[in-house]
């Protein structure tokens, strides 16, 4: 009789079947034994076809399948797959991540020579994105992220870990006993903020491995798509500030997306009222066409420009719809 899997990896999915399968793949060739370690996907109520997908896999040998009828949030998705999962240490890992065959073994072996840490890893875009000019922009931002996450170097080889991301992140499940799970008010980003703002609060450290490498596989990097993920992921960092004001209240972001006061400087009360206008219906469809069409014969640092604003337009729509809900 095999043991059990030593590690769970838990993934959460939404409409991204053909992503989902290439991270499947990549997951099935580890180089440790396949029942040392077990996938959990959990099919966060798609529509594309997912489950049937998932039904016909068989490259992982010991998978793990649930599904939502309806979509419920990243949150609710991943907790799903905790509360099932059999293995010591839980790995949390995007359904568009691709890893190398170290990936299971590398987060193992960390974990188990660093108690009372949480790891993660390194991200980089699909090489080919850079062929477009989003994917250019999009490169420029994970880059900036990879960095910005970075703290003080260890003479280990590992780095202090100062942005804790569940795209990629391992853990013992005896700390989630402690702090409890994912908050399921947190419907597509903010949640790993979250549940790792509470896990320092015990004392939890986390440090970052560069030997675990993911690639990310966003093979449209689509402005449209990201837009309306960063409008959506606005609404939830309302709610982070809100669960932690004594942390975030202070935060640029919130001064630029918070409602006007009369302590706001004129600058800053002319960009809400630029931002109030463009960010209605209309101003989102027109600023959209905008920079599509510009994309046609605008050159990257125009396009970089262009880029920044309309995302700020949808996060501040995503902010007022946050501040409604709450």
Sequence with gaps: MSAGPQ??????????????????RALAHQDVSPDRYEVIVVDDGSTDGTSAALAQTRCVQRLKMIRFERNRGVSAGRNAGIRAAEGEWLILLSDDMLVTPEFVRLHVATQSAYPGTWVGGTFE???????????????????????ARRGAPRADGLVELLAPSARCLSLPRADLDRIGLFDERFWVTCEDQDLCQRAAAIGVRFVLNPAIACVHNDASAEVSRYCRFQRNGAADTVRLVRKYP????????????GPATRTDPPRLLAA?????????DAGLRAATAAVKALERSGGDRALHWCYRKLIALYMYRGWREGLQQL
């Design 7 to 24: 590690a769970s990896v838990v993934i959460s999915t939404h409409n991204r079947s053909a992503a989902l399968q290439a991270t499947l």
């Design 125 to 147: 875009q699909l090489p080919g994105l850079r062929s477009t000019p989003f994917g250019r922009y999009l490169d420029r931002l994970e880059r900036a992220f990879d960095a």
């Design 272 to 280: 809400k009222l630029v931002k109030r206008l463009g960010s209605t």
């Design 246 to 257: 004594e942390l975030h209240s202070g935060a640029e972001l919130v001064a630029v997306n």
